[in-house]
Structure formats: C-alpha cells, structure tokens
C-alpha cells in the first residue's frame, strides 16, 4: 500500500480504521519481551494484518509512565530488523527519532506516529520530504516525568491548542494538511479523569479539520476502573474503542486488533442509525 491509498482509505472509511500495536521492546507495559527475535515478531506483526489491522505500528521505545530513553541504536536494533521482514505490508513507525524515522520509511512505513509531536527538529522535515503521514500526540513532559503531578486549568482547550499548533508547525515544514493526524494523548501526562473528560470531547477534536487517532488499548485508567491487570483489560479496551469510534475517531490504536475491527463496525452501524 502507498501512503496515498491509505489516506484515501482513511478519507473514505466505512467504519474507523485499526491500528495495530507490535512492541518490541523488553518493558513496555503490557507487552514487554513477547518475542525471541525479529521473526517472531514480524509473524505476529503478518497476524495483526489478516486480523483486519489498516496498519502495524512497529516501535522500540517503551513510553510508559517512567520509562527511560533507549539510545538511538538500540531503537535500530530493534525495530529495522523487523521492519525489514513486514516489507509490502502496511506498518507505521512508532519513534521520536528522525533518524530512525528516515530508516523506517526507506523500509516502506508510511507513517510516523511521533509522540513528542516533533521534538527533534529534523522529524517535520523529514516527513515533508519523504511525502509521508504523521501522527501528532499530545504529551505532558515525557515518559519519565509525565505521571508526576499533571494538572490543567481546562484539559480539552490545552490539549486543542496544542495541537493546533503543533499541526501548524509541520504543515509550515510543507507536510500536506491531509497527512497529518492528531492525538488527544490519552495517558500521557494525564489522571484518569482527564483521559474521561478527553473521550468525551472526541466530537470536538473530530471537528479540527483532522484525521483522530485515539490509543485506549489495556492502559491504567481502564484498570482503575475495571480494577484488572493490563492483561485483563481486553473487554474495557473493545468498549471504549467501540465509544471512541461512535464519537468521531478515525483511527484506534490497539493490542487485539480483531475485537476492535468488530467493535468499531458496530459503532458504524449504530452510527449510520443515529443519523438517518
């Protein structure tokens, strides 16, 4: 698939499209070590597609709450390999590096999902130049420090603004407007009742101009809720996609990429009634 017959998609989409997480990575928070090597995860990354995922994003850099940086080569190590081996699939990047950015779109990724929104000065650039997609997240701090103390006066304006802007700034590096998605964050530098106050404002974010990316899959504010472990968060996960995509996301990003494909097809359903 090429980056424009997947915006196409996107534009076009009966139903939200799925975006499956493939961590390699040894800590992330609910995945962390799953494979042996770069083989193993790429047949999983092939499963993500047959199960019905528009694309695999592939990242090796946990960004839980307190994680550390990885060094740049590490990162390399672990994604290329297995970006390698997903060739002609479609995988997006999951890194804030644009050195790794540039590597992985040689691979064939058709999107950067860069969750410090253009930290590194070259990351907009690049993705202007390569004609590629871009994932602009909303983070508090960074992973090391977001989950300290985060407070706001009014979470949904900030977040707004923020992101406006910061889709402002890629858009001036020339990344075209209709590659460009943006992402409320959820559980990035927030408690769990501002990742609630968030998901309820999706209509909102829905009405910015842009394409929105919505990434609930096993996290804590749905532990605290349910009161389960990130691995028993699967049936929380399938409903608050399935509520994300009702209220105007056009991308979810999760673990069991099957129930979320069933999941956001009800949601389109029921939407299509709402609105007849």
Known sequence: ?????????????????????????????????????????????????????????VGGESTRPGAAPVPPHEERAR?????????GLPVSVDTRRASLAAAALDLGALLVNDVSAGADPEMFPLVAERGAGLVLMHMRGDPATMQGDPRYDDVVREVEDTRLGRAAAPGAAGVARDRILLDPGIGFG??????????????????????????????AFLGALTGRDAAGRGDATTAAVALAALEGAA?????????????????AAWRRCLLQ
């Open 1 to 57: 698939m090429s980056v424009a017959a997947f915006f196409d998609a996107l534009a076009e989409r009966p139903h939200a499209l799925v975006m499956g997480i493939l961590n390699v990575t040894p800590d992330s928070f609910s995945d962390g070590g799953r494979f042996g090597g770069p083989d193993e995860a790429a047949a999983a990354g092939r499963a993500l597609v047959e199960a019905g995922a528009a694309l695999v994003d």
């Open 79 to 87: 994604v290329l390999p297995v970006l390698e081996r997903l060739r």
């Open 190 to 219: 927030k408690t769990a009742a501002h990742n609630w106050t968030l998901l309820a404002a999706l209509p909102r974010f829905a009405g910015l101009g842009y394409p929105v990316l919505v990434g609930v899959s096993r996290k």
């Open 251 to 267: 991308v979810v990003r999760v673990h069991e990429v099957a129930a979320a494909v069933d999941a956001v097809k009800v949601a």
